[in-house]
């Protein structure tokens, strides 16, 4: 059963119905490599919120009363704190590579 899609009555009064072709700016490059995509950007700020909570949750472990023998036998890092900061390590290289093939592909098109 097919419903006839040329009624429109379900539509609100403040809604308008348009085509891809009036959504998008003809002025706008969308490929992948487009410096206007940021991202590079995002990579390197969840990068640097990912080693923000790493420094922050090490400086809080290592202020509590047994924080001198952080990193040993008797007190190991947590796997999820190595975690952090092993994707804090790679988005952070994945962000700058990133941004700099961004920056470079835009350079020669111009």
């Known amino acids: 059963m097919q419903t006839d899609t040329s009624d429109f009555s379900f539509l609100s009064v403040s809604c308008e119905l348009r085509t891809r ?11 992948v490599a487009n410096v206007m995509r ?7 700020v969840a ?8 420094v922050l949750a090490f400086k809080q472990i290592r202020s509590s009363p047994f924080g001198y023998e952080f990193g040993s036998v008797a007190f190991p890092v947590p796997l999820y704190l190595r975690l952090i900061g092993v994707f804090g390590f790679v988005s ?4 700058a590579f990133l941004t700099i093939l961004d920056l470079t592909r835009w350079f020669k098109a111009r």
């Open 92 to 95: 952070t290289l994945g962000g």
């Open 21 to 31: 072709e009036h959504m998008t700016d003809p002025n706008q490059n969308r490929r």
């Open 47 to 54: 990068g640097g919120l990912a080693w923000a909570c790493t």
């Open 38 to 44: 940021k991202r590079g950007i995002f990579f390197l």
